[in-house]
Nanobody, 123 residues
């Protein structure tokens, strides 16, 4: 089994930065792809970013391109989401996801999910 724990969320002002972390434990050798998704109240879950095991392949949702950066440190079994130039519309619960397939924007690629961390951006 695989467990994911997110951290780093909080309340910030528009224009600020935050870095989310996702620590992976358990059968970590089975993890190839990592992704971040978010869900705001009353809205559907939205793809934010994904990264391959090597880190060479990254994918971003259109709304965060140029502002967010996904990365991972396999030695620490931890993934990161650096969020810059935050906007009020970035307010959501952010979820880390992981799986053993090629990364991409479809939630079905990721069988393992964290509990989520709240990010609130005040305007």
């Amino acid at each position: 089994q695989v467990q994911l724990v997110e951290s780093g969320g909080g309340l910030v002002q528009a224009g600020s930065s935050l870095r989310l972390s996702c620590e992976v434990s358990g059968r970590t050798f089975s993890i190839v792809a990592m992704g971040w998704f978010r869900q705001a109240p009353g809205k559907e879950r939205e793809f934010v970013a994904a990264i391959s095991w090597s880190g060479y392949s990254t994918y971003y949702g259109d709304s965060v391109k140029g502002r967010f950066t996904i990365s991972r440190d396999n030695a620490k079994n931890t993934g990161y989401l650096q969020m810059n130039s935050l906007k009020a519309e970035d307010t959501a619960v952010y979820y880390c996801a992981a799986g053993g397939r090629v990364p991409g924007p479809e939630p079905i690629r990721y069988p393992y999910w964290g509990q989520g961390t709240q990010v609130t951006v005040s305007s």
